[in-house]
């Protein structure tokens, strides 16, 4: 198993201003995805964070209001961009080892636009 | 395109057996999940199923048929920490093995 450090864990921030999250395993793993939980809801897929290269964007999400890095098969991070109250929301970076069945999912992080 | 149900909320009582079920449509179905999550925190995993069956472990049992598109977690004996959100993920890979999850299921477990 993948045991993952996300960071922050929750933040309160202004409008207008952007957020990053980081997502920091301890092992290398093939896919790293970031997922948004908004409340009472379940999981949506944002993106999935490739090593090297751009990420690949789900529908409805875009590069400029979700930036996303991945410099490392450790490490990524998650930008919320330009922010305003509806981005308040859970957001949870998981990994995966490509073989293995399952994903692992960091503690997220509670976002709170105000 | 991809489609998954689950019952919004259920309750039950402590000692007691419950079964939430999980319908999907999906083109490519290349596995399914069961994960817990409860309020605050991460999602944990519960089971797996590829094949058709059962599959046991400890309390929980996981249900898979796929000519019918449907799952069951089955939770024994229940206990109060046992309520949690349970989510139904279906792997896709005509969606790049994406996990695709559904709304999940809130149990509530009373005395």
């Known amino acids: 198993s993948a045991v993952i450090s996300q960071k922050p864990s929750r933040d309160i921030c202004q409008r207008g201003t952007s957020l990053t999250i980081q997502c920091q395993v301890d092992?290398?793993?093939?896919?790293m995805f970031w997922y948004r939980q908004q409340p009472g809801q379940s999981l949506t897929l944002i993106a999935t964070a490739n090593q090297g290269s751009e990420a690949t964007y789900e529908s409805g999400f875009v590069i400029d209001k979700f930036p996303i890095s991945r410099p490392n098969l450790t490490f990524s991070t998650l930008t919320v961009s330009n922010l305003s109250p509806e981005d308040s929301s859970i957001y949870l970076c998981s990994v995966e080892q490509q073989g293995d069945t399952e994903a692992f999912f960091g503690q997220g992080t509670r976002l709170t636009v105000v | 395109g991809q489609n998954i149900d689950q019952p919004t909320e259920m309750t039950a009582t402590e000692g007691a057996i419950v079964q939430i079920n999980c319908t999907y449509q999906t083109s490519g179905f290349n596995g399914l999940f069961w994960y817990q999550q409860h309020a605050g925190e991460a999602p944990t995993f519960l089971s797996y199923?590829?094949?058709?069956g059962l599959e046991e472990k400890g309390r929980f049992s996981s249900f898979l048929s796929r000519s019918k598109g449907y799952s069951y977690l089955l939770l024994k004996e229940l206990q109060m920490k046992d309520s949690a959100s349970y989510l139904c993920a279906v792997r896709d890979k005509d969606s790049s093995y994406k996990l695709i999850f559904g709304s999940g299921t809130r149990l509530l477990v009373r005395p």
């Open positions: 092992s290398q793993v093939t896919m």
């Open positions: 199923n590829v094949l058709d």
